[in-house]
């Protein structure tokens, strides 16, 4: 399994959610927008994406 997380940096509104919401360290602040700083630790649980009510996150599993 392959897992890939886009961020749609023209959606994001800078809330953060998605940093707090993610357990695995996959996603950090730098800055004013979150990165994914350890895309090779995301265990696909969604908490990020839906926790964006922006919509500006979407996992992809290949
Ligand atoms: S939850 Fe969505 S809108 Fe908020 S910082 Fe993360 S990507 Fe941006
Ligand atoms: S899907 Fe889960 S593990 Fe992956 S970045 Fe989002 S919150 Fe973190």
Redesign the pocket.
């Known amino acids: 399994m392959t897992?890939r997380?886009e961020i749609d940096y023209d959606r994001c509104t800078g809330c953060k959610r998605?940093v707090r919401?993610?357990?695995?360290g996959?996603?950090e602040w730098l800055d004013d927008a979150p990165i994914?700083a350890n895309p090779h630790?995301?265990?696909?649980?969604?908490?990020?994406?839906k926790n964006c009510e922006a919509g500006a996150?979407t996992?992809k599993v290949t």
């Not at 630790?41 to 994406?49: D, I, K, M, R």
């Open positions: 897992v997380v998605c919401s993610c357990s695995y996959v996603l994914v630790s995301c265990a696909a649980c969604l908490e990020c994406q996150i996992i």
